[in-house]
């Protein structure tokens, strides 16, 4: 049974830093490309960050350009992102999600995480 695991949200102030962690069990991982997606209120799912499964190739949304990081540790079946600059409109649930499919096909992203609350306060 695969499972995605998120940890590491909270709430934070503008400035402030975050490193979200996604566990991740029951799968290959070295064999799935991952990602981060997250959901404000009231509006849809989007694309955050993604990294190849071996951790070369890492692509980021512009909105979090220079500010996040994605990167993973397949030793520990773990995706991390870390957060500096937080900014109010930073504010959602961040999921993780994996696939075997290209890394780039945000729709192929088969398996996913519960998510994690980020709130980033003015």
């Known amino acids: 049974q695969v499972q995605l695991v998120e940890s590491g949200g909270g709430l934070v102030q503008a400035g402030d830093s975050l490193r979200l962690s996604c566990a991740a069990s029951?799968?290959?991982?070295?064999?799935?490309?991952m990602g981060w997606f997250r959901q404000a209120p009231g509006k849809e799912r989007e694309f955050v960050a993604t990294?190849?499964?071996?951790?070369?190739?890492?692509y980021y949304a512009d909105s979090v350009k220079g500010r996040f990081t994605i990167y993973r540790d397949n030793t520990k079946s773990t995706l991390y992102l870390q957060m500096h600059s937080l900014k109010p409109n930073d504010t959602a649930v961040y999921y993780c999600?994996?696939?075997?499919?290209?890394?780039?096909?945000?729709?192929?992203?088969?398996?996913w995480g519960q998510g994690t609350q980020v709130t980033v306060s003015s």
């Open positions: 029951g799968l290959t991982v070295v064999t799935y490309h």
């Open positions: 990294v190849t499964s071996n951790g070369a190739y890492t």
């Open positions: 999600a994996a696939t075997r499919s290209a890394v780039s096909n945000y729709d192929a992203y088969g398996y």
